[in-house]
């Protein structure tokens, strides 16, 4: 499982560098799978993050989608401020506020190298302030959980308001152009969708390599017992806050690729709903393997794409029940299947030979 | 050799609202020596033990490490960097880790400077291998902790603590849930780990297996130091007999 890991990244990065080299060469491919891969890609680097967090250190955050929209919302205010350069119009949800400029906090956003800067270190001072106050205070396991639910309410209620500044409940949306390609096309989702799949590919390469060094050991250590860990010498507090900011990292990262292949963002990407569904894809996916929560994200969110379509009425059923029916035959999650249909072919195989001697 | 003190507890009192668990409390253990402490439930053994690692805190009196080190404003993890280990009473090891991972994250803990080190020196390697010879468990390091015995995932966890060459050692019932054998076995551990450097403080229900391994015992009661002397000296005294012998005697043969 483990070693597959690495070889599943290097693979799904290698994906990801030839669709962009064949896309640059003028290979052309459909815009609708383009976008929908990319954009379930984004989904597993963000089930990826969590998994990091939930299933190596065993701290459940079920407000991740706080950091995908850090991510998320900076990289539509870099779109909204290249597109804002180039018409010279500000974007319709600060006409009707009358204002006829962007605000001071959209300065030098046009710059990418500055965006990405900027991404990182909001991610980074918003997880360690929030990690070390909550870490410190031990504040650990349902409470924990709560807490970053209640966190990532108050952000969304916060974005909701129209004078923020950040699109308000109609979001930002009506990009011209995404890092210099035309908003739409199959060429730009091409290029967006090979950057997700190298992304991914490249974080799960990494995860693997943080779980199996010393770190990694720590976090697992962290998981099955932090007292025991404290009571050998160790602030589990700095443990918890390299986690917990790596996968912050990691959910801003899923964020920062999600939008531009949506074409919005808006308050929606902050409901307690959405984070929520990032921990069901990590528990059906398989907590404490790499490979399982992107699965999990794979089957979940593609699952959703084709029947939210098909029958959207059912579609809030067929997932629960596909969760209950995880949890009662694989607890460990999808992960975990190839043992259990390992397990019963054996118990077939013993089956059978106790026939064939009880014949004669 | 100079016999210095490990533990010196001054006048200690630890209460939980109006409950006092430990009440002026003053007791010391020398380096060198392996120390039982016995008492009935409820004498304060593991409030001593909670309070001595900074578990519980204390109201009023003190606490000295290697005769100066005051222990009062320390955080747990302070404390056990001072060379304070423990071992607790429900077996605590990292049970998704092999053997192997549970000493080598002791061994990294107890060297703050090697913590995060990529890889293991070679000397660090023999290390982990000596003392999982010391604990008996060098043929079963590969294996996952959560599947060992129960005996020997108490010997894992003294293992943790010895590895990180600790000046006090507390262990907190080692012997319970063990057969005879086990239990032999866990005595002849405690010996090999005896040294002028270490003390060595064990919190036992089994008399037999106390007076088999300690040196002195100090008996508990009623969050004071009843008596303390040899084994034989305790097990003899009368009021011992009464509190808690003459229980431990009733319940036995109620059995």
Known sequence: MFQASEKAGILLALCGLLLIGATSLGFSTSQYAMNLIGQIAAFALLALSLDLLWGFCGILSLGHGLFFAIGGYLVAMHLVKVTFDATG??????????????????????????????IAAVTTVVSFVFGYVSFRSRVTGVYFAIITQALVYMVMLYMFRNDSGFGGNNGMTGFKEIFGMPASGSTTAAFLCGGSLATLGLCLYGCKKLVDSPIGQFMLAVREDESRLRFLGVNTVHIKLIAWCISAILAAMAGFLYVPQVGIVNPTILSPELSIEIAAWVALGGRGSLLGPILGAVVISGLKFILTGLAPDLWPFILATLIICVVIWSPNGLADTSSHVASFYRRLGSLTSIKGRSQP | MTTKQALYVSGLNVSFGNFAVLKNLSWTVDFGEVRGVIGPNGAGKTTLLDSLTGKTKYQSGDIYVKDTVSIKNLTEIEIAKLGIGRKFQKPSVFSGLSGFQNLEIALRAGHSRSIYQPKLTSRQREKIHETSELIGLSSELSRNAGTLAHGQKQWLEIGMLIIAEPSVILLDEPVAGMNSEERGKTAELISNIRGP???????????EFVGQVCDTVTVLHDGRVMIEGPMGVVQADPQVIDVYLGKEAASASSH
């Open chain 1, 89 to 118: 119009t500000p974007p319709d949800f600060m006409l009707f506020m009358g204002w006829d400029s962007l605000p001071f906090y959209y300065f030098q956003l046009d710059s990418i190298a500055y965006l990405i800067v900027a």
């Open chain 2, 197 to 207: 450097n270490i003390a060595v403080v064990v919190v036992e229900h089994d008399m």
